[in-house]
């Protein structure tokens, strides 16, 4: 493949939109900080029909269910700030619809946003 081609196809890739990109590299930063801490990383991105949970860790006897939440402005909030009702209520049904995948084990779970 010749330069010529070789930027023509450069052009042709989409450009991802930034907070896609900031989204990602927060999930990352998110998953390995709570590595460091000793959850053991399960998956990431799980979704249903009925909304998306970020990550999901083990932490003991407890699964975790986490919301990353990654900002660039200078106005700082909590994280649990940004996530209303209506979120935490797709959290939940997303979250039951992983734990039916499991086939509804006895465990602790808790939600925590990062």
């Known amino acids: 493949m010749n ?3 070789r930027f023509v196809n450069w052009r042709r890739k989409p450009v991802r939109p930034v907070n896609l990109s ?3 590299l ?3 930063a998110a998953r390995l900080h709570l590595e460091d801490k000793g959850l053991k990383f399960l998956t990431a991105n799980f979704g249903t029909a009925r909304g998306e949970i970020d990550l999901i860790f083990r932490d003991d006897d ?3 269910f986490v919301e990353v939440k990654t900002r660039s ?3 700082w909030l909590r994280p649990a700030a940004y996530v209303n ?3 935490r209520r797709r959290l939940s049904k997303c979250a039951m619809d992983y ?3 499991l086939r509804k084990p006895q465990i602790k779970i808790r939600f925590d946003v990062v």
């Open 73 to 75: 402005s200078e106005a």
């Open 99 to 101: 734990l039916t995948l």
């Open 85 to 87: 009702a209506a979120k």
């Open 3 to 5: 330069l010529l081609e």
């Open 26 to 28: 927060g999930e990352r």
């Open 62 to 64: 407890c699964l975790v």
């Open 22 to 24: 900031r989204g990602e």
